[in-house]
């Protein structure tokens, strides 16, 4: 006999199985809700690895399982220089994949995303502009987050100096998407004092620029 809290007016009685109940490997004692006695759950009961769908959980042995994966995602760069045309607001042609979870970036051609779950999510594209060989003088900078073709973030950068920007231009936001018609591109405009501006693939090995996006969850 257990004595219960005073709050419950009273003690109550809890029976477990005598000697002569034998319960099987790996089973556990739960009790069938009236309280009055006690019943034993064996492995039929309980997927292994899961967790009950009454008891908080979905069923799914995994994150991913449950949907609660950040996918689909993808991180793409330009794999090579871009020529802009000065002052024409022209999309940026990230090329490559780092990696695509879904294949609902557009590489090939139309260089967008288009994510086939509805949903928030995080989007930036990072840009870096020379003037012309790389002598022309940058003037201004603007990166534009484009959905459905229309402008949806924008960020500009003024410099006055030759040559390259000092620093690499990012542009972050958090974009809805519907998961069927809804995508995303990257677009820039560079001002210079002479000739064409371009779009510059890397230093030293690494690419600077990049255009990724990833569902949220929870919001």
Same mark, same amino acid.
């Given at each position: 006999t257990i004595a219960s809290p !005073?709050?419950? *007016?009273? $003690?109550?009685?809890v029976t477990l199985p005598d000697a002569d109940v034998t319960l099987a490997s790996g089973t556990m004692? !739960?009790? &069938?809700?009236?309280?009055?006695? /006690?019943t034993a759950l064996d492995? &039929?009961?309980?997927? !292994? *690895?899961? /967790? +009950?769908?009454? @008891?908080?959980?979905?069923? +799914?042995?995994t994150l991913a399982a449950a949907g609660l994966a950040n996918?689909?995602?993808?991180? +793409? =760069?330009?794999?090579?220089?871009?020529? /802009?045309?000065a002052d024409t607001s022209t999309k940026v042609a990230f090329d490559t994949?780092?990696?695509?979870? $879904?294949?609902? =970036? $557009?590489? $090939?051609?139309?260089? @967008?995303? /288009?994510?086939?779950?509805a949903g928030k999510y995080?989007?930036?594209?990072s840009v870096q502009c020379y003037g012309a060989g790389g002598t022309g003088t940058m003037e201004r900078m603007y990166i534009v987050l484009k959905k459905n073709g229309s402008a949806w973030a @924008?960020?500009?950068?003024?410099?006055?100096?030759?040559g390259y920007y000092e620093g690499i231009p990012t542009l972050t936001n958090i974009m809805d998407f519907?998961?069927?018609?809804? =995508? !995303?591109?990257?677009?820039?405009?560079?001002?210079v004092s002479s000739g064409d501006p371009t779009i510059d693939d890397d230093w030293q090995g690494a690419h600077q620029n990049h255009f990724f996006a990833c569902l949220l969850i929870g919001v």
């Open positions: !005073a709050s419950l *007016g009273g $003690d109550r009685t004692l !739960a009790t &069938d809700g009236s309280g009055a006695s /006690l492995a &039929d009961n309980i997927s !292994a *690895g899961t /967790l +009950a769908i009454a @008891r908080g959980g979905t069923g +799914a042995a996918t689909p995602a993808f991180n +793409a =760069y330009l794999s090579a220089n871009q020529t /802009l045309t994949e780092w990696f695509d979870t $879904d294949g609902c =970036y $557009d590489k $090939d051609t139309n260089y @967008r995303f /288009l994510p086939t779950t995080l989007i930036s594209a @924008r960020t500009s950068f003024d410099i006055r100096d030759t519907n998961g069927s018609s809804d =995508y !995303a591109e990257v677009w820039v405009e560079a001002h």
